[in-house]
């Protein structure tokens, strides 16, 4: 057994080890090679300190990711295990090299989400992770949609003009601050994310008020052919013009868009202590098919962190 931080050397492993995970999921990405360094080079992920890779006689077994979020003194763990290794007790290993390297980022506390997977679950809580909320995952299966009628003053556009990436980072960070878990994000990381493979400009609404962008609905697609299932990623809108409808004909925004784009079924995750939410999104017709577990750990001050091989 080999534990060493990741060098771009071993995309290929780490992209066979996706791949892996998906075949045994029986889910599928597009371009999974494209999709998986994508979302490395992230800004600010700093995959080469924060990218931990388990070897066990040569081959990758499992790998967990320690994402930093500074602004709120957090880290979020990801976890990806072979399905081989599903039940090996890996996780206890990776899971203690994050909780190091968490303190060594200075973060006050490390989350991880995990579904219902006991085994995980129990190997969470002996390292001391406690549960702390619960999402639901959402699916809507293709319907005809009713148009919702909203005020004259307010149009829908797609993001793409020059400036949206700092018009979307400030809507988005005033829509959520406060939100549990947000962490406020930079037009750096918004436009990244903005033209990344799995979405589009066009899955990026923007619902105007005149020339004043009031709320966003942000979607993507996963998959391909006719495996391809549209996700609901965020939708948010400006404090100050809530409880005016909007959520709705912003959602009825995104449907459409992905609906468009011949997808099979739309997913979302929603924090199941947002009634406003849950209610919403069950009025238009999406139905809870799983659950999915925030853990919480407060990782030990000034322990040392895994140096790079």
């Known amino acids: 057994m080999v534990i060493r931080n990741f060098l771009w050397k071993h995309i290929s492993a780490v992209v066979e080890l996706?791949?892996?995970?998906?075949?045994?999921?029986?889910?599928?990405?597009?371009?999974?090679?494209?999709?998986?360094?994508?979302?490395?080079?992230?800004?600010?992920?700093?995959?080469?300190?924060?990218?931990?890779?388990?070897?066990?006689n040569g081959n990758l077994a499992g790998l967990a990711i320690v994402c930093p979020e500074p602004s709120i003194k957090r880290s979020v763990l990801i976890l990806k295990i072979h399905p081989d290794y599903q039940f090996k007790n890996i996780q206890e290993t990776l899971i203690d090299i994050a909780l190091k390297r968490?303190?060594?980022?200075?973060?006050?506390?490390?989350?991880?989400?995990?579904?219902?997977?006991?085994?995980?679950?129990?190997?969470?809580?002996?390292?001391?992770?406690?549960?702390?909320?619960?999402?639901?995952?959402?699916?809507?299966?293709?319907q005809p949609l009713h148009s919702t009628v909203i005020p004259t003053k307010y149009s829908f556009r797609p993001y793409g003009k020059r400036g949206d990436a700092e018009v979307l980072t400030k809507i988005q960070n005033d829509a959520f601050s406060g939100s549990w878990g947000f962490a406020p994000n930079s037009p750096e990381e918004i436009e990244?994310?903005?033209?990344?493979?799995?979405?589009?400009?066009?899955?990026?609404?923007?619902?105007?008020?005149?020339?004043?962008?009031?709320?966003?609905?942000?979607?993507?697609?996963?998959?391909?052919?006719?495996?391809?299932?549209?996700?609901?990623s965020m939708i948010g809108i400006d404090p100050a013009?809530?409880?005016?409808?909007?959520?709705?004909?912003?959602?009825?925004?995104?449907?459409?868009?992905?609906?468009?784009?011949?997808?099979?079924?739309?997913?979302?995750?929603?924090?199941?202590?947002?009634?406003?939410?849950?209610?919403?999104?069950?009025?238009?017709?999406?139905t809870k098919v799983g659950d999915r577990h925030w853990f919480e750990a407060s990782p030990i001050p000034n322990l040392p962190t895994v140096p790079p091989s």
């Open 18 to 56: 996706e791949s892996q995970i998906l075949q045994a999921e029986g889910s599928s990405i597009d371009n999974v090679k494209q999709s998986v360094e994508e979302y490395l080079l992230q800004p600010n992920l700093d995959v080469e300190n924060n990218l931990f890779l388990y070897e066990d």
């Open 102 to 142: 968490a303190s060594y980022l200075r973060a006050s506390v490390l989350h991880i989400q995990v579904g219902d997977n006991q085994f995980l679950t129990n190997i969470l809580m002996n390292a001391g992770f406690k549960y702390v909320r619960t999402y639901w995952t959402m699916r809507w299966d293709l």
């Open 192 to 232: 990244y994310r903005a033209n990344m493979g799995i979405t589009s400009h066009e899955g990026i609404i923007f619902l105007n008020e005149g020339t004043n962008v009031r709320g966003y609905c942000w979607t993507y697609i996963l998959g391909s052919g006719k495996e391809k299932v549209g996700v609901i």
């Open 241 to 286: 013009f809530r409880q005016r409808g909007l959520g709705k004909p912003l959602l009825e925004a995104g449907l459409k868009h992905l609906s468009s784009r011949n997808v099979s079924q739309v997913e979302l995750e929603v924090d199941s202590n947002n009634t406003a939410a849950t209610k919403l999104y069950i009025s238009m017709g999406f």
